[in-house]
């Protein structure tokens, strides 16, 4: 099995590359358009085949890059059934093992940040997408996010795997790379070390952040699986100028 | 493949435990004797049998529990030969694969903390006693430690491994359970983001930390393969009985 862990620095966004040797085939779990020409490169340069790209949930804050991977090297798109993306190829269902050669995905249904999100169980690791973060998780704020809902995905549904399952997350701030499901239940100060529903609702409707600048663009396109905005207000020109660039160079 | 993280309290020390299904044979790296019949009992309910302790270095914090896991079980000891300990049923060395069952570690010679330490890379994690731990390292001030020696050794040979290998540390002391490659590159302050030899050097000289209130006892008994002292002074009298207690209940 081949695992690679690709940054993209823009978005501060971690991608999974899955490879099957024997099959030759790769998944990419949460790529982003940015970064399309990298990750594609390295697919190559393993010597592997594109077959699904797979996101956690709809992002908001960067375009997914599945809908360029189909149209570049001619990859699926699987993603959450439950946001009924005519775009998809494969909907993704808790219960129902997402199998690409001797690759086998495992879905969990962790609703809270965004109700269709979705973590993926992979062997010993788990791709907590913006669910769980290390020492933190996704916000729930906006996109039907639900306090509620994300204190029993992550309490009583992540933190139920083996103290030694991997934690992928689908962004770090900080250049942290992993955890473990241990070292989450010790030390995440939003989730972790006992703390009760109350207490994490307090946490979360006190965080204060800004509205996401690139929501309101992110998220539809993101719904057409990855269409880049074509119009977009000044403050964010140079944000997607750097995709396009990332994207074409 | 089984793989176990087991944290010993008292000395905030990592043991892990392999075991492979098909020869049903396991392998312990750093057991400490606090905690002998808990990792005893781990290994029998995951319905293994000990073939093997295997220590990273002479510890200077607390006492190896190989011997007496030997005389429990008949499990054998492996050290790295460098130390060459009468007491060892094997002399580990780099080059020289250790294999239990479908087991392998590929050893590495890391000294620096102590003149012979080794780290041991297992498929993609690797383990890395003393030399590398989460965000630090360990003192070279005792043990024939050199800081030249631990520079190389962490940033000449543990950071050529892929960035994605799984760092596991002998030690953590904030419950940090695992790290990466990729991740101690650039967040640890002493070895990461470029940190020169001048740096680190300047940085080891001025930790000022107190003389190891253990060494003087575990050094003696570790090169015995793990003999808990029968006479200590007052001071250490209620660190031992713990550790008789834990030995015995």
Do not use: W
Not at 21 to 37: N, R
Not at 104 to 121: E, K, N, Q, R, S
Request: with cysteine; aromatic share 8%; glycine share 8%.
């Amino acid at each position: 099995m081949i695992f690679k862990q690709l940054r993209e620095p823009l978005s501060s966004t971690y991608t999974y590359l899955l490879g099957d040797q024997d099959s030759g085939l790769a998944i990419l779990i949460d790529p982003v358009i940015a970064a399309i020409d990298r990750d594609l490169a390295e697919v190559h340069r393993l010597g592997l085949q594109l077959a699904y790209t797979v996101d956690t949930h709809i992002h908001a804050d960067h375009i997914t890059a599945a809908l360029e991977m189909k149209r570049a090297v001619g990859s699926k798109i699987a993603a959450p059934a439950y946001e009924r993306l005519p775009c998809a190829d494969v909907g993704i269902e808790e219960g129902k093992p997402f199998r690409v050669g001797s690759l086998v995905l495992h879905p969990l249904h962790t609703p809270g940040h965004t109700d269709g999100h979705f973590a993926y169980l992979f062997d010993d690791r788990v791709f907590t997408g913006d669910a769980l973060l290390i020492e933190g998780c996704g916000r729930t704020d906006f996109q039907n996010g639900d306090a509620d809902a994300l204190y029993k995905s992550v309490r009583g549904k992540l933190f139920t795997l083996p103290d030694e399952t991997l934690v992928y997350p689908a962004h770090d701030y900080k250049e942290r790379f992993v955890s473990s499901i241990a070292q989450e239940k010790r030390r995440n100060p939003r989730l972790g070390d006992g703390k009760t529903l109350e207490q994490f609702k307090a946490i979360m409707s006190n965080l204060n952040l800004p509205y996401p600048k690139f929501i309101d663009y992110a998220v539809p396109g993101n719904r057409q699986c990855g269409v880049c905005p074509s119009h977009l207000p000044e403050d964010l020109a140079e944000y997607c100028k750097q995709m396009t660039e990332s994207q074409q160079g």
